[in-house]
């Protein structure tokens, strides 16, 4: 089973169990997970997921489709070398995956 390592900007960490084939945002938004809003539903139009994957986990998803990389760049913060929409990483059987939420979805 895929485990999800969600850090918020105060640096608490909260891990969560995740179904295989389900995206981190959809993971999070079950769980109650706060700060991932995902309020299009992970159909890649709000930018109200954005995370910041960690290194170790970038080889582990798809490359940024170009889609993803224009609403990147709607994101209430920031974006950074590793920010992700989290709707579009899918979790694999087995995976631990690693992000931090930003400060701000709005």
Known sequence: MPKVFYTQ???TERAVEGAVGDSVM????RNGVPGV???????????TCHVFLHERNAEDFPP????EDEMLDCTAVDRQDTSR???????????????????AQL
């Not at 959809?26 to 938004?29: D, E, G, H, L, S």
């Not at 809003?37 to 930018?47: K, N, P, T, W």
């Open 9 to 11: 900007p105060d640096g």
């Open 37 to 47: 809003l995902g309020q299009c539903g992970g159909v890649l139009s709000c930018a």
């Open 64 to 67: 940024i489709s170009e889609d």
């Open 85 to 103: 929409l989290s709707c579009q990483l899918p979790l694999a059987e087995g995976q631990h995956v690693h992000v931090t939420i930003p400060k």
């Open 26 to 29: 959809q993971t999070a938004v």
